[in-house]
């Protein structure tokens, strides 16, 4: 079974950068046709798509946060990775990392992670 | 970026109860649509794609229709796992967007 596991801190002050990692377990993230994606949601809020990567290293990242955010991935340790650059209180929401699939379309996010808090705040 | 518009945003249901949600995009989306369901604290859990696609496991009484604009997701006959909030979201162009929830509560 396919386990997503997001870590890092939970507290970050502002202007700084957030980084966190999503560890895959039970599956390969090299595993042709899939993307690996990051997901936030504000407390009491709606859902915001972050980006997307694949293991090859190509990216999809949303406008509103292209200039800030960098995805990576490493397949040696089957993790992907986030940083969220010049954080404000406004970037205070669980950070969910998710499997994508994203071969044929169509596609869909089928396997989430927990989710983690991340608290922006001095 | 393509708005998607959930109807209502909050429902009071019975057990038993057959429930339609309503998701209407800004621009035509085909039938790259997908609806999850997530309870409070856990994750989403993904139940429809393709906009009538049952994901793996999801039980029968979830349903998906529409294509172009309009989308619903129907609970045939509500049951009390059930009470949660549901999530559109479209994948037909970037930036992936989802609807603003409809949060499905005991009458």
């Known amino acids: 079974q396919l386990q997503l596991q997001e870590s890092g801190p939970g507290l970050v002050k502002p202007s700084e950068t957030l980084s966190l990692t999503c560890t895959v377990s039970?599956?390969?993230?090299?595993?042709?046709?899939?993307?690996w994606a990051w997901i936030r949601q504000p407390p009491g809020k709606g859902l915001e798509w972050i980006g997307n990567?694949?293991?090859?290293?190509?990216?999809y990242y949303n406008p509103s946060l292209k200039s800030r955010i960098t995805i990576s991935v490493d397949t040696s340790k089957n993790q992907f990775s986030l940083k969220l650059s010049s954080v404000t209180a406004a970037d205070t929401a669980v950070y969910y990392c998710?499997?994508?699939?994203?071969?044929?379309?169509?596609?869909?996010?089928?396997?989430w992670g927990q989710g983690t808090l991340v608290t922006v705040s001095s | 970026d393509i708005q998607l518009t959930q109807s209502p945003s909050f429902l009071s249901a019975s057990v038993g109860d057959r429930v339609t949600i309503t998701c209407r995009a800004s621009?035509?989306?085909?039938?790259?649509l997908a609806w999850y369901q997530q309870k409070p604290g856990k994750a989403p859990k993904l139940l429809i794609y393709?906009?009538?696609t049952l994901q793996s496991g999801v039980p029968s009484r979830f349903s998906g229709s529409g294509s172009g604009t309009e989308f619903t997701l129907t609970i045939s006959s509500l049951q009390p796992e059930d009470f949660a909030t549901y999530y559109c979201q479209q994948l037909n162009s970037y930036p992936w967007t989802f609807g603003q929830g409809t949060k499905v509560e005991v009458k």
């Open positions: 039970g599956g390969s993230i090299r595993s042709s046709g899939y993307y």
């Open positions: 393709a906009a009538s």
């Open positions: 990567i694949y293991y090859s290293g190509n990216t």
């Open positions: 998710a499997r994508l699939w994203g071969g044929t379309r169509p596609w869909y996010f089928d396997y």
């Open positions: 621009q035509v989306i085909s039938t790259y």
